[in-house]
DNA sequence: GCAAAAGTGTTGAGTGTACACCCATGC
DNA sequence: GCATGGGTGTACACTCAACACTTTTGC
């Protein structure tokens, strides 16, 4: 191993600057949106970036991350996992950086808008429709998207993405605004209750003009495989 | 962001080095191995460690694995992947270091030991009966396996562990061996002919005292999804 | 009573799994 | 001629996909 011999524990070495930038996805008017924040200054000035900052020395990439969300969405206790480290050399003009990249979902209902107040360029954006983008954040909202659209298949990560209990047809709206395609209402049911992963809640959700809808919760909120 | 400004791009960042570490797999005497350097000196002397290096400042963490793989083993255009980024603040005692791993697979009738003489602390050892190991290796190395794993279920990248040609019952073997279990013949056969991933040849394997077994190789020796 | 979404079963196709015997060769 | 691994087919279980009508509510 060519690692410099050293006896301080801090010592500097010449090398890439590491970032983490997350990637924070939510459902929000039936759409799938990503935070964004609008650069202000510098030389992406009127661009968008993913939700940022330098890693300290005395932090783990997991805790860059979470600072990151707390610091800069006000956002804790979420689904989050490490996506994919970014390197090119001339991804951010201002020197060399790396960046970790991060994914975490968030439900709307538990986190809106007035909780971030306080910054006046952050954003919910559609996926679907970015604005400019800084950096290969473009590239890294892709890939997270790739990661989400299998993810939601073999796991139940959609958990992240929904409120302590929802209907069934709120369950199928996020997978098919995720895979981007129509479900057959039967079969979803069917599959989905087979995995077991659901508790019926004694509740219903009631108001809406038209026969009242039973609501399930997640038995676990955790990471599961499902196949 | 906050990233600092600076007119350097070269401007040297106080924060943790940047290393990758490359987990080589290979098939040999019908076990999976992992390429591993046993340590000669300092504070993880006589421990095993996986073939890496620190990150320059003019290459990309694709290209930084690439170079360890040349430098240290003489391993060149095989498959390869990033696997995750490890980030333990004691992950290193002699300072604070995060290590990008990378995932290679290489054939060892194109690759044996005779191309490494020069270095005699490293060796293939058994995945499964492993050594005493340096910094959080061993956990890589088990990430690494379940990649793998998985990996060979849904993709093609076995091509990365097999020869130009073979037959279905070494390209069963490594199957076995990689999951650990046992795989009834016809029905692997059936499935992974009708992927169309493979041509057959016109030759056969002979010398062996019971019937000749057709050769096969891959139609494309890059990455597919199967699934 | 009507609009609107909730809720529910069956069938046919395709896929995965279990299982046993003949074939070609070396010695 | 016999030991060794190569090579093949069928039946059953299970999963996946397609598809239409009744129920309960708000207005």
Known sequence: MKIQNSKNKNSIIIG??????????????????VLL????SGPYKDKWALP????????????????????KAGIKDIYMEQLYTFSDLKRDVRGRMISVAYFALVNSDEFN??????????EWINVRKLPKMAFDHKEIINYGL??????????NIVYGL????????????????ILGEKIDKRNFRKKILALGLLTETKKVK????HR????????????????
């Not at 808008?113 to 306080?118: I, P």
């Not at 990661?147 to 796991?155: N, P």
């Open 212 to 227: 009242p809808a039973k609501l399930y919760k997640f038995k676990k909120r955790e990471l599961v495989f499902t196949k």
């Open 162 to 177: 929904l409120p302590e209990t929802f209907t069934l047809t709120e369950m199928q709206n996020v997978y098919e605004i």
């Open 52 to 71: 940022g900052g330098i890693v300290q020395l005395n932090e783990t990439l997991d805790e860059a991350a979470k600072n990151v969300l707390k610091k």
């Open 206 to 209: 009631t108001g809406a003009k």
């Open 16 to 33: 890439p600057a590491v970032a983490v930038d997350t990637l924070i996805f939510t459902i929000r008017d039936g759409k799938l949106m």
């Open 146 to 155: 790739d990661r989400l659209k299998s993810k939601i298949e073999y796991s």
């Open 37 to 40: 924040i609008e650069i202000g």
């Open 113 to 122: 808008l007035k909780t971030m107040d306080y910054y006046s360029d952050i």
